[in-house]
C-alpha cells in the first residue's frame, strides 16, 4: 500500500528566509506525486505535480519541488517567504495518474514577521 | 478553469438530524468524485469514491447507511449524514476528477463545517 510521510508537523521561518518542507513516499511503482496547500478552514489548492520528465517541477505562488527517486522524496522549496504563505502544506501520492490520493499528515508553516 | 462548489459552507444541525451536502463541478463533467473527512489539525482521509450512476465505494470502517452518497450527474454528488452525532461534527470535503489523456487530477472544494448540538 502506498502511504506518505511528513516528517516536520510545525515549521517556522521568518519572512524573507528560505523554505523546505519534507515529504517521503512509499509506492511500488512510479508515483504521481503532488503538493496542496490548505488555508484555514478552505479546501486544497494544488501547488504543483509531478507525473514524469523533468524531475524539477515548478508550481504557482514561487514554490517548486524535486522528485528523487532514490531517497523517495519529493520536497517543497520556496527561496523566499512571504507572510501569505502561512498555511498547512499536504504532500500526497497517487497510483492512479492523479484518480486516487494518498495524504501525508500535513505541515503548518508558519511565517514570523 | 476548473471549479468545485460545496453547499452549504457551514452547517449546524441537532443530533438525530440529517444533513446533506452538495459536490457540484461547475465547469467540466466529472465522472468521480471523491469525499474526504478532516478533523481538527489532521490530514484528509478519504471516505468513498463516487461514480456516477452507480455505487460509491466506502473506504474500510465508513459507514455506508450513515454517510450516504448518491452521485447522479456529472457535475453532481451528494453526502448525506443520516442521524447526525455530535462525533460526526467534522471538516467534510470533495474533490472532482478531472482527466486528460489518461491523467486525472482532482479540483477540491472549499469544503463543509458540519457541527452537531
Known amino acids: 500500500a502506498q502511504s506518505v510521510t511528513q516528517p516536520d508537523i510545525h515549521i517556522t521561518v521568518s519572512e524573507g528566509a528560505s523554505l523546505e518542507l519534507r515529504c517521503n513516499y512509499s509506492y511500488g511503482a512510479t508515483p504521481y506525486l503532488f503538493w496542496y496547500v490548505q488555508s484555514p478552514g478552505q479546501g486544497l489548492q494544488l501547488l504543483l505535480k509531478?507525473?514524469?520528465?523533468?524531475?524539477l517541477v515548478q508550481g504557482i505562488k514561487g514554490f517548486e519541488a524535486e522528485f528523487k527517486r532514490s531517497q523517495s522524496s519529493f520536497n517543497l522549496r520556496k527561496p523566499s517567504v512571504h507572510w501569505s504563505d502561512a498555511a498547512e502544506y499536504f504532500c500526497a501520492v497517487s497510483n492512479n495518474a492523479g484518480n486516487m490520493l494518498t495524504f501525508g499528515g500535513g505541515t503548518r508553516l508558519m511565517v514570523k514577521p | 478553469g476548473a471549479v468545485v462548489s460545496q453547499h452549504p459552507s457551514r452547517v449546524i444541525c441537532k443530533s438525530g438530524t440529517s444533513v446533506k451536502i452538495e459536490c457540484r463541478s461547475l465547469?467540466?463533467?466529472?465522472?468521480?468524485m471523491f469525499w474526504y473527512r478532516q478533523f481538527p489539525k489532521q490530514s484528509l482521509m478519504l471516505m468513498a469514491t463516487?461514480?456516477?450512476?452507480?455505487?460509491?465505494?466506502?473506504e474500510q470502517g465508513v459507514e455506508k447507511d450513515k454517510f450516504l452518497i448518491n452521485h447522479a450527474s456529472l457535475t453532481l454528488s451528494t453526502l448525506t449524514v443520516t442521524s447526525a452525532h455530535p462525533e460526526d461534527s467534522s471538516f467534510y470535503i470533495c474533490?472532482?476528477?478531472?482527466?486528460?489523456?489518461?491523467?486525472?487530477?482532482?479540483?477540491f472544494g472549499p469544503g463543509t463545517r458540519l457541527t452537531v448540538t
Open positions: 509531478y507525473f514524469s520528465g523533468d524531475t
Open positions: 474533490s472532482a476528477s478531472k482527466g486528460t489523456g489518461g491523467i486525472y487530477e482532482q479540483y
Open positions: 465547469d467540466f463533467q466529472a465522472t468521480t
Open positions: 463516487s461514480n456516477e450512476g452507480s455505487k460509491a465505494t466506502y
